[in-house]
């Protein structure tokens, strides 16, 4: 089993930058990829980005590709989602998820239910 626990959301202003971070409780988090999704209020989860365990590879929606980028240190059993030019839209809670793939499929992605474990989520709302 593998414990998500989320942190650095909060309120930002529009164009403005946070940073989340994802600990893991699981020692083999290196063998895990993680990915971030958010849900907004009457919307379907939606994925963010990934990052593989394999080669450290990353995949984003098109609608944060550019403005987010995502990482990972092993050592310290966390990911990362660093959020610049933040908009509007981007308000929603966002979710770590981990899972660890079969090494015959590719280890990015963006389906939720391709992923085992989440987190609770943290809060992140951009103002105008």
């Known amino acids: 089993q593998v414990h998500l626990v989320e942190s650095g959301g909060g309120l930002a202003q529009a164009g403005g930058s946070l940073r989340l971070s994802c600990a893991a409780s699981e020692r083999a988090f290196n063998s895990y990829t993680i990915a971030w999704f958010r849900q907004s209020p009457g919307k379907e989860r939606e994925f963010v980005s990934a990052?593989?365990?394999?080669?450290?590879?990353?995949l984003y929606s098109d609608s944060v590709k550019g403005r987010f980028t995502i990482s990972r240190d092993n050592a310290k059993n966390t990911g990362y989602l660093q959020m610049n030019s933040l908009k509007p839209s981007d308000t929603a809670v966002y979710y770590c998820?981990?899972?660890?793939?079969?090494?015959?499929?590719?280890?990015?992605?963006?389906?939720?239910?391709?992923?085992?474990?989440w987190g609770q989520g943290t809060q992140v709302t951009v103002s105008a």
């Open positions: 990052i593989s365990w394999r080669d450290g590879s990353t």
């Open positions: 998820a981990a899972t660890s793939p079969p090494p015959h499929i590719s280890p990015l992605r963006r389906e939720s239910g391709d992923y085992d474990y």
